[in-house]
């Protein structure tokens, strides 16, 4: 019934499907096993991509040719660049989805990538040979053969939902739990544990007063996340803000008796950053109110999510405390907030290419490997699919370095670090935040795509025409004076002080409180010579010019440490055999056997003198 597959994917989560989507776009002939296919791309918690370096990681993901950033931009229903008031490194786009849209785009987007096949089933083992992965055994039974398969099984492996006393298997709300794999795997020698999340009450939006909240309307300028053409919505939908009070917390401290956390029903650990309701309450008791988002779910539904109140505490309580929320008084829950319980396995156990050190041509990606965030899920995805066909068709792998991606960082984090509680991303986990912008993910990434067959050549060469532009801007502004009658008029619409003399244009514009746009508006010296380039190319001339020095000094820093992460560590070096080393050192290294003395230099628990001893006895 099923032919032979290079690739297998096991889900359709957001990892699952961006693995599917590259693997076959480079040519592997995949199947993509779910559960469940009208839960395709399904968005578990908050219909929302992006946000603070997320963002930046949709944006690699386009630029890599991945699916998330166009699929995003046409379901979306309100778009926000967050900290725009700050400098360019830190901007980072966000948008709300409708829900449904985004599964049904995503499903679209991979029914018309040619090599993708589908099936509906459970995979409740593997097969593996002599060390080797060789294909998925289902739940109808089928032995299904590949020669690599990826396993994005999300918060499915052995899930238990929690809503306050009750709780009941389950993959997410109204889904059953995956069984099997965990089982199989750890008979194998793999270590695996328990995290948790969990996800606030949806409710009908009739039922809220809007009147007494603040309305958070989208920006007037919706860049999106696709550097391509990505067709954006003319219209977009508010999302509204208000707040706890002291009341609210009251009513929900009443339910702590019957919570699965506090009466110690749940052993995983949480996220930390995005807490629940109940922890935030009690961790933060100084506090007498928290925010709350209220997120509508799409374009033609009345469903809400009540962002900020993730809980898993009974449902009277749940209701009782919405109650009292300015403007949900009279509310009425469409669905109760929950917590799940899951297994993962600790990611110290992959490689670089997010296969597993112990069988060779099996990849883990996603929720699976500690993470939270459909964004960290998404991109971990793609570089699993894309290392999965290089492994089958004996192709060198794709590896990103910290200085190249959040992408990069993010793995190299997982497998050097492993990680306890859930993984989300920061900007501050990367050193190079002024390289890693999410206005440059483009020149950054998608000529290493484009070389591998990934990005298309349409990508390309949009890439190369806005570098050029670049470039032309950046030598008319360096050419372009003006004279103080010239520019001082526009300086002081800005309380900026005026120049004295006559000034190169780039000299103006590293002032802080002068933009590019406005100067080409305001002057027609600049209007009649750049009014030609585009939005973007404009925009990434102005922030090369004004982070200049900046981005030179993480060019530097990354030159300096390339010293480290070139020096690449043998695969059988003997870590045991090196006395000097303290016994910490030696059984994490011995553990992780880290690819390069860089990434052996990030190891908790690896200091500055372990990582001169290794280059002692690498002969350096
Ligand atoms: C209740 C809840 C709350 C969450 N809260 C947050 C939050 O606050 N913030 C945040 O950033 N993220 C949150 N998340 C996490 C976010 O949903 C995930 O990080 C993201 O969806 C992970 O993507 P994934 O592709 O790894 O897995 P999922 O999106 O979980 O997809 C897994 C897919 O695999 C399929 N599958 C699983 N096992 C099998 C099998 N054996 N055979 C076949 N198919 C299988 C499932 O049907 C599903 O399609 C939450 C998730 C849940 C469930």
Known sequence: MFPDYDVIV????????????AAANLGSKVLLVTMNMQTI????????????????????????????????????????????????????PRAQSDRMMFATKWREMLENTPNVDFYQDMVKGLVIKEGKAEGVITGLGHEIRSKAVVLTNGTFLNGIIHIGEKNFGGGRAAEKAATGITEQLVSLGFESDRLKTGTPPRVDGRSLDYSKMEEQPGDDDMTGFSYTDTVKPKQQRSCWITYTNQQVHDILKTGFD???????????????????????????????????????????????????????????VQYEALRTV????????????????????????LRHTLETKLISGLFFAGQINGTTGYEEAACQGLMAGINAHQKVKELAPVILERSQ??????????????????????????????????????????ELSY???????????????????VEQIKALLKEISFEPSEINPFLATLGSSPILE??????????????????????????????????????????QIKYDVYIEKERELVSRMSQLENLEIPESFDYKKIQSLGSEAREKLHRIRPRTLGQASRISGINPSDVQILMVFMGR
């Open 258 to 316: 019957r919570s699965p956390m506090y009466a110690g029903r749940i052993d995983g650990v949480g996220p930390r950053y995005c807490p629940s309701i109940e922890d935030k309450i009690s961790r933060f008791a100084e506090r007498d109110r928290h925010q709350l988002f209220i997120e509508p779910e799409g374009w033609n539904t009345v469903e809400i999510y009540v962002n900020g109140f993730s809980t898993s505490l009974p449902e009277d």
């Open 10 to 21: 096991v889900g359709a989560g957001h990892a699952g499907c961006e693995a599917a989507a």
């Open 502 to 543: 006559k000034q190169k244009s780039e000299k103006i514009l590293l002032r802080p409180d002068v933009d590019l746009p406005a100067m080409i508006t305001a002057t027609e010296k600049l209007k009649s010579k750049l009014d030609q380039f585009s939005k973007e190319a404009i925009e990434q001339a102005s922030i």
């Open 405 to 446: 991606a959040y992408i990069g960082v993010l793995i190299d984090d997982l497998i050097s670090k492993g990680t306890e509680e859930p993984y989300r991303m920061f900007t501050s986990r990367a050193e190079y935040r002024t390289l890693l912008r999410q206005d440059n993910a483009d020149s950054r990434l998608t």
């Open 326 to 349: 300015p403007g949900f008084e009279n509310v009425r829950i469409f669905r109760p907030g929950y917590a799940i319980e899951y297994d993962y396995f600790p990611p110290t156990q």
């Open 451 to 469: 070389k591998l067959g990934l990005a298309s050549q349409e990508r390309m060469d949009r890439v190369t025409a806005k570098k050029a532009e």
């Open 41 to 92: 791309a399904q968005m578990s918690c908050n219909p929302a991509m992006g946000g603070i370096a997320k963002g930046q990681i949709v944006r690699e993901i386009d630029a890599m040719g991945g699916y998330s950033g166009i699929v995003t931009d046409e379901s979306m229903i309100q778009f926000r660049m967050l900290n725009r008031s700050k400098g360019p490194a830190m901007w980072s």
